[in-house]
């Protein structure tokens, strides 16, 4: 069945530390691969998504980028922030039914950015 | 914003007792799913939910749990008897339109559910 391995955690870095969070998936077909993020107290928002190979998903400084040979989509960031502080969540949909079928989640991973 | 709401936020209950955990999705959403996270795991997919009927459950999803939109706001998770492996927190997540390429699933802020 489908899977995502994360790296495990919690990550502690200083701020304008440069952020990597490695993500590695398995799945049949060719799924589609999102990052969500959990601030305290909030609900899971998705930080940026990939349909493809080779694809990169890039919102509010982070990235990812789809690397079908390595079945990988790790998150960077060049300079993190205190206000990045957060559980970050890698998943998949399902590529049988497509992206708008259930999620696949890793385990997540907390980061605390240090002032 | 509209966002997706889920109440309570934490609730605790005796082992054998029914819960029923709210959510209220997006107004104008379509599809709507429940996921548990069991402390230190994953995120695990329950149910998905459209057009008043389960449109696929996980292996999880057994006899003991049920799930209704009893009017056109609230969607409901039902476990009938608990279990202290139940003890997780629940997200909803609801989605505009399926048909979409690549829908962004919305999610709830979650529902702590003790089991005690």
Known sequence: ?115 | EPEVTQTPSHQVTQMGQEVILRCVPISNHLYFYWYRQILGQKVEFLVSFYNNEISEKSEIFDDQFSVERPDGSNFTLKIRSTKLEDSAMYFCASIADRSLAHNEQFFGPGTRLTVL
């Open chain 1, 1 to 115: 069945g489908n899977s995502v391995t994360q790296m495990e955690g919690p990550v502690t870095l200083s701020e304008e530390a440069f952020l990597t969070i490695n993500c590695t998936y398995t799945a049949t077909g060719y799924p589609s691969l999102f990052w969500y993020v959990q601030y305290p107290g909030e609900g899971l928002q998705l930080l940026l998504k990939a349909t493809k190979a080779d694809d990169k998903g890039s919102n509010k400084g982070f990235e990812a980028t789809y690397r079908k040979e390595t079945t990988s989509f790790h998150l960077e960031k060049g300079s993190v922030q205190v206000s990045d502080s957060a559980v970050y969540f890698c998943a998949l949909s399902d590529p049988l039914t497509g992206a708008n079928s259930k999620l696949t989640f890793g385990k997540g991973i907390t980061l605390s950015v240090r002032p």
